[in-house]
């Protein structure tokens, strides 16, 4: 059902407008981040809140076989890594696939990975990493959300509830600089350990 909704998408245009946020969007969220600064910050004032946290962010298209000749939009892959002071470091690879809309928004899809492939395998610069587009399939836990064009960058907030709870997702992404919030809350309790954004910050595109 996603992939024929991708086709639809294809015929809606076959070649995503030059003018189209998403070429925007692309450019803002590929890179190497961390929040290195907020981190510091925290220490000085007496206490470390968040946990050191990096994404490294590239265009994973190369990654995936049999992928059509157009796609209207792009997938990433995500590595997340997140250490606390005290603590070992926690890796947290994420697929997406980024969709660019017709009235000028873009649908984030975060898509399943591979159960069978370590997560620390799961690394852009893994040469032997490969996808195939026909057997990927949407995460049956994040629905897709959509990203509006903001002063500050590109903004969304998206909840998604499960049994049990809700898992709230709200980022703005900037040209050099990414405020994520991941909330989750379960049994009517706060799990996140902390209420306010990791601020990421460029180190390289």
């Not at 981040?33 to 050191?52: R, S």
């Not at 059509?68 to 890796?91: H, M, R």
Request: aromatic content about 14%; charged content about 25%; overall charge negative.
């Amino acid at each position: 059902m996603w992939l024929f909704s991708l086709c639809v998408s294809m015929h809606t245009y076959s070649q995503i407008p030059d003018n189209h946020p998403i070429h925007l969007f692309q450019t803002y969220i590929t890179g190497d981040f961390d929040n290195q600064h907020q981190i510091d910050a925290e220490l000085k004032a007496g206490k470390q809140v968040h946990p050191y946290a990096k994404h490294v962010n590239r265009v994973a298209n190369s990654k995936i076989d049999n992928l059509p000749a157009q796609l209207n939009g792009f997938f990433l892959l995500e590595e997340s890594y997140y250490k606390y002071a005290e603590g070992d470091t926690i890796i947290k690879p994420y697929l997406f696939f980024f969709e660019a809309l017709p009235e000028g928004k873009v649908k984030l899809y975060s898509m399943q990975l591979p159960q069978d492939v370590p997560p620390k395998d799961i690394r852009n610069d893994n040469a032997s990493l490969r996808f195939d587009y026909h057997a990927l399939k949407p995460s049956p836990s994040f629905k897709p959300a959509v990203y509006t064009q903001t002063e500050r960058g590109f903004y969304i907030k998206a909840p998604n509830e499960f049994p049990g709870g809700v898992f709230t997702l709200e980022e703005t992404i900037g040209k050099d600089c990414l405020e994520v919030m991941e909330l989750l809350v379960r049994e009517g309790k706060q799990i996140t350990p902390y209420d306010t954004p990791i601020i990421y910050e460029r180190k390289s595109k």
